[in-house]
């Protein structure tokens, strides 16, 4: 039972590409993205994604910054259902996406499962073919109760590839945190130290100590990291 496979892959899978991959052998189709997505960044944020997409499609996407007008993307922010792509509205800029994904060998038939972490963000996991309209409608009626579950199971098995990467940090002091908070905010290093009473040399240490503690080749990317990961607050 495809079910029954498709659980004890994503159980026994050592990361979310593994059982990416091996849900689309199982259930035949071409690719399967899991894909979280932050609001409280920004409108759209993408700090974890983990897809069988060709890297040229996925490079072209970022390129063209697609996720600003994807149907399926606008439609999990505004949604807790799962939904065929087929019910969706493809016109505009949309329709163009998906005629220039054809291009890159991705299909224009998807379903998608939103997921929803503790009211702090969203996430997918959405499937997609390059099937006939028939074999795609068989597909889905045949498994997509089951797709939820196995939804369910590849978000948790994401949450615990993140918290891993997490563990492997050692925790940031609370000056290294006020010190990359201020920065965020474009302070300079003298700015932080007439803040926090500190001196300049001090300041420049605690951001030093911050940035490699979260293995960051300079303070711009520590702090990009540091708001993704919730360690401070976005701006």
């Known amino acids: 039972m495809a079910q029954t496979k498709a659980r ?16 689309c052998e199982i259930y035949q189709v ?45 439609k999990v922010m505004d949604s807790h259902r799962p939904f065929d792509w087929g019910d969706l509205e493809w016109t505009g800029a949309g329709l163009d996406m998906l005629r220039d994904a054809r291009t890159f060998g991705v299909g224009e038939f998807g379903y998608s499962i939103p997921l929803t972490d503790d009211g702090k963000g969203r996430a997918v996991l959405s499937f997609n073919t390059c099937a006939t309209p028939s074999a795609w409608a068989a597909l889905v009626e045949a498994h997509a109760a089951a797709w939820r579950d196995i939804a369910v199971a590849i978000h948790h098995l994401a949450k615990a590839e993140q918290n891993s990467f997490v563990d492997d940090m050692r ?25 926090l ?10 951001l030093t100590s911050a940035r490699l503690k979260l293995k960051c080749r300079n303070t711009v ?14 701006v």
């Not at 892959?9 to 091996?22: E, M, P, R």
């Not at 009473?197 to 605690?206: E, K, L, N, Q």
């Open 30 to 74: 071409e690719h399967a993205t899991y894909h979280v997505m932050q609001n409280t960044v920004s409108a759209v944020d993408s700090p974890f994604v983990r897809t069988t997409y060709p890297a040229e499609w996925v490079g072209h996407y970022l390129t063209k910054n697609y996720v600003n007008i994807d149907p399926v993307v606008l």
């Open 221 to 234: 990317h520590a702090v990009a990291k540091a708001t993704k990961l919730r360690i401070i607050d976005p």
């Open 8 to 23: 004890d892959a994503v159980k026994t899978a050592s990361d979310v590409i593994s059982a990416l991959k091996a849900l």
């Open 197 to 206: 009473s500190i001196s300049d040399y001090t300041a420049r240490g605690h």
């Open 171 to 195: 925790p940031l002091a609370r000056r290294e945190r006020e010190c990359l908070a201020l920065a965020a905010q474009g302070k300079s290093h003298k700015e932080i130290s007439l803040i």
